[in-house]
């Protein structure tokens, strides 16, 4: 198994984020995260990714037991976030914001310098890989539609050996045809092993994208089921009551 977590809790002060979830993902699986406002999705999301340390229970990639103090240490493990706002410097042009902190460097008399050709022909190359068509890779991202901003982002979580990409509302305020690119970008990363979540309202994206549907409600999963054996109703079902009624 690639990821598993067991018996995570969360606290933020009296508040219980989350209580003793088991979660798991498998490589080259996609699993939508569903669930109403509040239910731990995301606090459950920023544990995978290193944003928060959990306060009960053991994380294992790979069979190994794993803890993570910050994103940066969850990187390395190619786990990767992919926020809704995307988290792009507007001002900046498309290769920087995909080499944002990982710039490729060419040696001259007494420093390093950034060797922009080269990242941005690698940002070309990234982009091919996934599928992603964009304008040149020196064009700001502030001119760039929606759409092709988030490809911007996907490109800079999945471009560095991701073995993992984590997705939140990642169809929110996107076009009909940009969901479309989206949902090609996911099952591209599927074909090359990585595994994706994708936390989302839209049941329609997940049912269009997902291998396994989990459920989640008051800090626990209350449920899951692989796509092709369930339907929207009884996913929703789940949301609302917090039962499972085949459980």
Known sequence: MF???????????????????????????????????????????????????PDKGNILLDGEERRWGSPREAREEGIEMLYQDFSLIPDLDVATNIFLGREPLMNLPGLNVINKDKMEEDAITILKKLGLRLPPPDSPVKDLSGGQQQAVAIARATGFDSRLVIMDEPTASLSAAAIEKLRRAIQNLKDQGVAVIIISHRLEDIFETADRVVVMKYGEIVGEREAHKTDEDEIVDMIVTGRDQVA
């Open 3 to 53: 990821l598993e977590l067991k018996n995570i809790s969360k606290y933020f002060g009296a508040v219980r984020a989350l209580h003793q979830v088991n979660f798991h993902v498998e490589k080259g699986e996609v699993i939508g995260l569903v669930g109403d406002n509040a239910a731990g999705k995301s606090t459950l999301m920023k544990i995978i990714s290193g944003a928060y340390t």
